[in-house]
């Protein structure tokens, strides 16, 4: 079996740290804290609630814990639809099923199981939008009423902005304040509207939580923890030649676990610096035609904006005199506008540093594409 996860959590073997984010997030939890959870894309976010709830379940025995990823929801329904399946898939262990229908409301949902995963498929028809609300409200007192306590997060959570013709947050808020028996975690990756949503003194959800902002892994804890991946598996590889691995990946978890599972598939022994080149530009290799698809997708402009700063691996200033013409990139206000676009789609990184925002590829793997460009 390859060590190298490249899913958000199996289990705590295979995961590296996180021992402080977990403490604290459990710690917060059971002090009554809603935690509000912000990192980049692909950092371990979603692995950290695994390893929180693993940690619930360890030594907590009395709270029930609640996964909800909403990235696919559109609206409430949705939501709702998504939440309920979460609290099904708990509730089916104890049997409360039943329980749980009755006392959400008069609808009667039709509940399906998916033949391979087991995981149940919640579909319930609605009169009209007050239907929706009170659905929403029921499950909520249903689990402020269940008999152990209750931890819901709520993965991707900057996505009920997207929901057309409600506030999705002002109906969330005033349910969620009622409630004492139920914790939250709100996660996700879009750090202005996460923001927005926490500490805009305009907003529902103003100073409601407690913030735990995911860094990078500490490097040497990395290091020390691939090192004895490989070598568990009868794989050894020099300290020197760890580093080459995080240097590349820029220790962005996702990247460098990618990295690592490759070279453990590939080889045998011995792992040399030779090995990992290889392994690096068979990951290239294998995401052309995905690199080659985006660049189609952008303006030409867009593109050599991304290609430059993917050479310069990180930019403080992109309108800047030196930077636009170093790479002929046309006008200040071109080069802004394109900035603003490209980190809309997720596709530059704008990280606040000591000197001010910085600019990056957000792919780690398409920045080292680029800059051979
Ligand atoms: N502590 C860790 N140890 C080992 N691998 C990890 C760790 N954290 C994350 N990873 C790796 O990084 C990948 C991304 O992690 P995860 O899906 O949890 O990130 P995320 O922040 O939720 O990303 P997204 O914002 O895209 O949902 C995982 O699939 C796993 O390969
Ligand atoms: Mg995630």
């Excluded at 590296?16 to 894309?41: A, K």
């Excluded at 990823?69 to 939501?79: G, K, L, P, R």
């Excluded at 030649?241 to 676990?257: G, K, L």
């Excluded at 430059?308 to 802004?336: D, W």
Aim: one cysteine or more; a neutral charge; glycine letters at 4%.
């Amino acid at each position: 079996m390859n060590p190298f996860i490249l899913e958000p959590y199996r289990n705590r073997e295979l995961f590296c740290d996180r021992e402080l984010e977990t403490r604290q997030i459990v710690d917060y939890l059971s002090n009554g804290r809603n935690v509000t959870l912000i990192s980049p894309r692909r950092l371990g976010k979603t692995g950290l609630i695994y390893r929180v709830f693993e940690e619930i379940a360890a030594n907590c025995s009395d709270i029930d814990t609640f996964y909800v990823d909403i990235s696919s929801s559109q609206c409430v329904e949705d939501f709702i639809k998504l939440l309920s399946e979460s609290v099904v898939s708990v509730l089916n262990k104890q049997n409360k099923i039943s329980a749980f229908f009755k006392a959400i409301g008069g609808l009667r949902p039709l509940i399906t199981y998916d033949a391979v995963t087991g995981a149940p498929e919640v579909s319930m028809i609605y009169r009209n939008d007050k239907d929706k609300e009170l659905t929403l409200k029921g499950i909520f007192q249903y689990l402020e009423t269940h008999k152990r306590k209750v931890v819901v997060a709520i993965d991707e959570f900057q996505q009920i902005r997207e929901y057309e013709g409600v506030s999705m947050e002002a109906l969330l808020r005033s349910y969620i304040q009622q409630l004492h028996n139920v914790r939250f975690i709100f996660c996700g990756s879009k750090k202005h509207t996460m923001t927005d949503i926490f500490s805009n003194a305009k907003k529902p959800f103003y100073e409601s939580t407690t913030f735990v902002p995911l860094g990078k892994l500490d490097i040497p804890t990395y290091e020390a923890f691939i090192q004895r991946l490989f070598g568990n598996g009868g794989k050894l590889i020099g300290a020197e030649n760890v580093r080459q691995i995080i240097d590349w990946t820029r220790d962005h978890t996702f990247y460098t676990q990618t990295l690592c599972n490759e070279l453990y598939l590939s080889c045998s022994q011995y792992i040399s610096s030779t090995d990992i080149l290889a392994a690096e530009a068979r990951i290239i290799a294998a995401n052309r035609d995905r690199f080659l698809e985006l660049q189609r997708l952008l303006t030409p402009a867009q593109w050599r904006l991304m290609t430059a700063i993917a050479k310069e691996e990180s930019v403080s200033h992109p309108t800047s005199v030196s930077f636009i013409q170093k790479y002929r990139l046309g006008s200040g206000a071109s080069v802004s506008k394109n900035v603003k676009s490209l980190v809309e789609k997720e596709l530059i990184l704008a990280e606040n540093g000591e000197e001010g925002v910085s600019y990056s590829v957000y792919n780690v793997f398409l920045s080292r594409y680029l800059e051979k460009a």
